[in-house]
T-cell receptor, first 111, second 116 residues
Framework: GQQLNQSPQSMFIQEGEDVSMNCTSS?????WLWYKQDPGEGPVLLIA?????ELTSNGRLTAQFGITRKDSFLNISASIPSDVGIYFC???????????FGGGTRLMVKP | GAVVSQHPSWVICKSGTSVKIECRSL??????MFWYRQFPKQSLMLMAT?????????EQGVEKDKFLINHASLTLSTLTVTSAHPEDSSFYIC????????????FGPGTRLTVL
């Protein structure tokens, strides 16, 4: 199936550093979502973006819906060990439609 | 947020047997549920869209006779892997849409299927 281009594929950072990851698509999406998945568990919704240009925060997480509706980024500030996991972006064209997922960014944080 | 459960969380079965996985929305009704499959270190791949009261819509390459989906109520969808083989071993995850204008999808915890 179709996938979004998500980068980087993996990151190994020091605790306290900021993290940035992004997703791009050749298609327009009307909703962008960011999920985190821990090993052996389902994805957990972090941030949902519904409007082009929207910038939304959730604690140390900030995500933006690109103005072209073809991209989105997620920033994590002051990373901590529990931020370790795989982060997925997902795009949705319309409410009720399927999600198209990025390939994931594996984040590793060194204490 | 909305809670979605899956049962069982893991299952080991012999080749040739059938396995049923349940997906339930616990505190909301979901007209639409989605079934995904995830191989190790890979992203989620949509298998099918499950609609309450109607036939599921399968993605290209997914055998509908092998992966039977039944969306019997607004809170329950089941995926049955028929005549399972080792290559069917994977992590199966469902999601349910809350509905409305935003229609955010919430995921279940996943079911790990191992076929011997």
């Amino acid at each position: 199936g179709q996938q979004l281009n998500q980068s980087p594929q993996s990151m190994f950072i020091q605790e306290g550093e900021d993290v940035s990851m992004n997703c791009t698509s050749s298609s327009i999406f009307n909703t962008w979502l960011w999920y985190k998945q821990d090993p052996g568990e389902g994805p957990v919704l972090l941030i949902a973006l519904y409007k082009a240009g929207e910038l939304t925060s959730n604690g140390r997480l900030t995500a933006q819906f690109g103005i072209t509706r073809k991209d989105s980024f997620l920033n994590i500030s002051a990373s901590i060990p529990s931020d370790v996991g795989i982060y997925f972006c997902a795009g949705q064209f319309n409410a009720g439609n399927m999600l198209t997922f990025g390939g994931g960014t594996r984040l590793m944080v060194k204490p | 947020g909305a809670v979605v459960s899956q049962h069982p969380s893991w299952v080991i079965c012999k080749s040739g047997t059938s396995v049923k996985i349940e997906c339930r929305s616990l505190d909301f009704q979901a007209t639409t549920m989605f079934w995904y499959r995830q191989f190790p270190k890979q992203s989620l791949m949509l298998m099918a869209t499950s609609n309450e009261g109607s036939k599921a819509t399968y993605e290209q390459g997914v055998e509908k006779d092998k992966f039977l989906i039944n969306h019997a109520s607004l809170t329950l969808s089941t995926l049955t892997v028929t005549s399972a083989h080792p290559e069917d071993s994977s992590f199966y995850i469902c999601s349910a849409a809350v509905g409305g204008d935003t229609d955010t999808q919430y995921f279940g915890p996943g079911t790990r299927l191992t076929v011997l």
